[in-house]
């Protein structure tokens, strides 16, 4: 009999949970971290971090083979037909493009990350679902878990399958679960004889769920005897009995995305395809994201470039009131922007990628920002460049091409880097989970002061103990070497840009602890205060990057350091206009007001001003589709591109 999918959890019960599965220990140093609590450590990321010159030399080697490929593609196919071919699929496979960062031992190509995101990059211009694509299957998808935390038997049954080609999907959401993982109603059911779990739920927006040969599925185990419980990862079989495929979702952007909705119901999977322990699934997928979200930044990158080239072309080529329309200064501006965003772009994701692969530092907050700049930046960057290109940005590659001009897809950019601000943690939560690891050091030494739940006695204990951590903090943000004319010296031209970012990461640390001072337990409520610290912490470790990348490349001596510096330099005076327009903001607002204002709408007092317009969404259906346990009643419309699995 099936049952109602529904499972209710509240804040405080989303919130433990959520804080049991994140990584608590800080084994190794974090740049970001530090910059956060005021102390800007730059021997941390300077001299700018470079992968080995073989690897260097094996990424160029993968990466000339690729371009070849990617060249002869035309991404104009997946736009008009919605899908990706099926050739251009096997194509990629025999270039071991599903296998990029798998071991070599298991098949794959072995790259670094700095050598997969390079890769995303070239497939990814040519259609940004082949980017998605691609990203999801191995950022997400089967691979990454399983080098973090599967055992060797998996990574010897899966790894290679995937590598050849086998395509994999994630499936965390639900059709009323999307960032609050304690509301999953997905089951996975203990068999009575312990040989096996039994699935059920319905998952919604699995990308490459509807070509996937393998999944990852987050679902709930119910403890027992033997069992440990909660929200556990599996690896299962696309096409095992009791999976249907019930629908291919279709979005603004990402034409060719294979995403859909996937039902289980009594979906017998091996206990040796349990993934880690019972219970660590959420722990699994966020860990997996650490490095994972690098995949989207890599795909705004190589977006950014396109449009630094088009901006560049069309902005010399294009004429009005007797010149180029880059020499008018309305345009130049636009087009400064787009070209030292970019470098800072790149900048960012390098030296992300790089720390990742040297496995020195932890990049958990690192790869947070360089998510949330990158897609936030990404999507403004595309929108300047429909703006350049003026009425032919709007119009669509299809109908300038059909006309006789160039087939310029400025506005494809704008649906398609869009989403990039929702896959993988909205900018809205990215900003809420940098905003926890920020406050980490504080949370541990007065916890229990901001804890509404805490007794007396806990508050007590804990304003002792933050006495002394903070006695001895604090001061060390009134001075450092921002303040000293010839601080960073050896930066050049750009010093004066590095001791700004040292000065103004103490004073969002300070601005940080009036917060806690000001509103206490309540802190957690003021999300966009601390939004906008996270976001100046964005734009500070973009300028870090910018700086000492270009650095780096001054000093090689070559024509392009100089421009490198350039470029840095603009970039930096651009932020920190951003930096100093939200500190303003941190305290001069109208947040409350506009909590109120959002209140009073809520119920009804506004309602007039709805008035005058019609709502054609109206009567079309629920907000959120009820579903319950059970059979599908559905056509399964899975259908993988390859089929390299073994039989099962």
């Known amino acids: 009999m099936s049952t109602a999918a529904k499972v209710d959890a509240t804040e405080e019960q989303a919130r433990q949970l959520v804080e049991e599965s994140r990584e608590v220990t800080w084994t190794k140093p974090s740049f970001a971290k530090e910059m956060f609590l005021g102390r800007y450590r730059v021997d941390l990321i300077h001299p700018f971090p470079k992968p080995s010159a073989e690897d260097t030399a094996r990424t160029e080697a993968y ?77 997400i998808g089967v691979p990454e878990p399983l080098k973090l935390a599967g055992t060797p038997e998996q990574k010897q049954r899966f790894l290679p399958r995937c590598a050849r080609g086998a395509i994999s999907a994630f499936l965390l959401t639900e059709p009323d679960v999307g960032s609050d993982p304690a509301r999953i109603a997905s089951t996975a059911t203990p068999t009575a ?87 660590d699934g959420l722990k699994i997928a966020l860990t997996t994201l650490n490095a994972g979200r690098l995949a989207i930044p890599a795909l705004c990158t190589a977006a950014a470039k396109w449009s630094v080239k088009i901006a560049r072309e069309w902005s010399t080529a294009r004429v009005q009131w007797g010149r180029p329309v880059g ?67 709007y119009e669509t590659a299809a109908s300038l091409r059909a006309r006789g001009e160039r087939a310029v897809g400025a506005e494809q950019l704008v649906r398609d880097l869009r989403i990039n601000r929702i896959f993988e943690g909205s900018s809205e939560i990215m900003r809420l989970l940098v905003a926890r690891e920020m406050a980490d050091a504080h949370m541990a030494a007065a916890g229990a002061l901001v804890d509404k739940n805490a007794e007396f006695k806990e508050k007590a204990k804990a304003a002792a103990g933050a006495g002394g951590f903070y006695a001895k903090w604090f001061p060390q943000l009134a001075v450092g070497p921002g303040t000293a004319p010839a601080g960073f010296a050896d930066f050049g031209p750009l010093a004066r840009h590095m001791r700004f970012v040292e000065r103004m990461a103490r004073k969002q640390a300070r601005a940080l602890m009036y917060g806690m001072a000001r509103w206490q337990a309540k802190l957690e409520y003021r999300q966009v205060f601390l939004g906008r610290l ?80 019609l709502d054609p969404s109206e009567g079309t259906g629920p907000w959120i589709a009820e579903w319950q346990m059970g059979p599908s009643t559905e056509e399964n419309l899975l259908r993988p591109w390859l089929r390299v699995g073994a039989s099962h």
């Open 193 to 279: 004889d312990g040989a096996a779990y039994e699935l059920n739920g319905v998952k919604l927006w699995t990308t490459n769920g509807v070509v996937a040969e393998l999944l990852v599925v987050m679902a709930r185990v119910p403890k027992g005897d033997g069992h440990r419980g909660g929200i556990s990862a599996f690896v299962v079989e696309a096409d095992s009995e009791g999976i249907t495929v019930e629908r291919r979702n279709a979005f603004m952007g990402l034409r060719g995305l294979e995403n859909g909705v996937t039902r289980m119901y009594n979906v017998r999977v091996p206990r040796e395809n349990l993934i880690g322990r019972e219970g």
């Open 63 to 139: 990466l000339a083979r690729l371009r070849a490929y990617c060249e002869t593609l035309d991404g104009s196919v997946i736009e008009e037909q919605g899908r990706i071919p099926e050739h251009f699929v096997r194509g990629l496979a025999e270039l071991g493009c599903f296998g990029l960062k798998i071991p070599e031992e298991y098949g794959g190509q072995g790259l670094s990350q700095v050598g997969y995101n390079k890769a995303l990059m070239l497939v990814g211009s040519v259609h940004a679902s082949l980017g998605a694509l691609l990203s999801a299957h191995q950022s």
């Open 534 to 613: 996270v976001d100046i912490g964005a734009e500070l470790f973009a300028m870090s990057a910018a700086c000492v990348r270009a650095q780096a490349e001054r000093a090689d001596g070559t024509a392009e350091g100089e421009a490198a510096a350039q470029l840095a330099d603009v970039f930096c005076r651009q932020a920190r206009i951003r930096v100093r327009q939200l500190f303003d903001s941190l305290w001069e607002n109208t947040d409350d007001e506009d909590v109120r204002l959002a209140r009073n709408l809520f119920d009804g007092r506004y309602r007039w001003v709805e008035q005058g317009a």
């Open 327 to 393: 020499e008018h200064a309305a345009v130049g501006a636009k087009v400064s922007f787009i070209a030292a965003t970019t470098y800072a772009l790149e900048a960012v994701l390098d030296l992300s990628a790089t720390m990742a692969d040297e496995n020195r530092n932890d990049i958990r907050i690192e790869a947070a920002l360089a998510k949330l700049w990158a897609s936030e930046m990404g999507c403004r960057i595309a929108d300047e460049l429909v703006q350049i290109r003026g009425g032919r940005g």
